[in-house]
């Protein structure tokens, strides 16, 4: 049975950092391209950063372009998403979730998302 626990969350203030990270278990990791995603209260999930199998390529929403890295370690089957200069707007829970290529998870929350998430991570921006 696939397993996605996320951690790393917690309360910051605006203009600090987190990172998070996210373990899977039944599966093989180094199989799928890997993404994260939020969700604001009130609002709906969406589609934060991804990244392939190999490292080869990132992707990120428009809203965390440049404070945000996604990244991988094969080795260990970690996904991280290190959040730098966080904003009251960064306020969510954060989720990961596996596809077969890193298309799909940018268009995941469009197809109605996925059967199955993690408990996520909740990270709060506040002063």
């Known amino acids: 049975q696939v397993q996605l626990v996320e951690s790393g969350g917690g309360p910051v203030l605006p203009g600090g950092s987190l990172r998070l990270s996210c373990v899977a278990s039944?599966?093989?990791?180094?199989?799928?391209?890997w993404g994260w995603f939020r969700q604001a209260p009130g609002k709906e999930r969406e589609f934060v950063a991804a990244?392939?199998?190999?490292?080869?390529?990132?992707s990120y929403a428009d809203a965390v372009k440049g404070p945000f890295t996604v990244s991988i370690d094969k080795e260990k089957g970690l996904l991280f998403l290190q959040m730098n200069d966080l904003k009251p707007e960064d306020t969510g829970t954060y989720y990961c979730n596996k596809d077969d290529n890193a298309y799909g998870l940018e268009r995941a929350m469009k197809r109605g998302g996925y059967d199955y998430w993690g408990q996520g991570t909740q990270v709060t921006v506040s002063s």
């Open positions: 990244i392939t199998r190999t490292s080869g390529y990132r």
């Open positions: 039944g599966l093989t990791f180094r199989y799928y391209d």
